[in-house]
């Protein structure tokens, strides 16, 4: 069956750096692109960044551009989630997510999560002094 294990959250200070990490399983990881969501108290899952299933096009949130990187390692079915110059606002619990119909998605649609089938079971980051 279809896995997806996330990790590599924790408490990190202002402008610290976390790498998530999410292994994949039971499926043709590299037929298959990847996001990463994350949902805060109070606030909607948002996407923060997706990758096309060979990582020719990546998307970000307005807010992670320039601090977050998106790369995944088809050989070892894991996709990353570089996380630079970390901000209190950057608190959330994040989500790996498999995009449902297999290939690449569509470019400006990989925010919506309707597009996806399955989820990891999130990891805590917490951005706090």
């Known amino acids: 069956d279809v896995q997806l294990q996330a990790s590599g959250g924790g408490l990190v200070q202002p402008g610290g750096s976390l790498r998530l990490s999410c292994v994949a399983s039971?499926?043709?990881?590299?037929?298959?692109?990847m996001s990463w969501f994350r949902q805060a108290p109070g606030k909607e899952r948002e996407a923060v960044s997706c990758i096309t299933s060979l990582g020719g096009r990546t998307y970000y949130v307005d807010s992670a551009k320039g601090r977050f990187s998106i790369s995944r390692d088809n050989a070892k079915n894991t996709v990353y989630l570089q996380m630079n110059s970390l901000i209190p606002d950057d608190t959330a619990i994040y989500y790996c997510?498999?995009?449902?119909?297999?290939?690449?998605?569509?470019?400006?649609?990989?925010?919506?999560?309707?597009?996806?089938?399955?989820w990891g079971q999130g990891t805590l980051v917490t951005v706090s002094s």
């Open positions: 039971g499926f043709p990881f590299d037929a298959y692109s």
């Open positions: 997510a498999r995009e449902g119909y297999g290939g690449d998605y569509d470019e400006g649609l990989c925010t919506l999560p309707e597009l996806y089938d399955f």
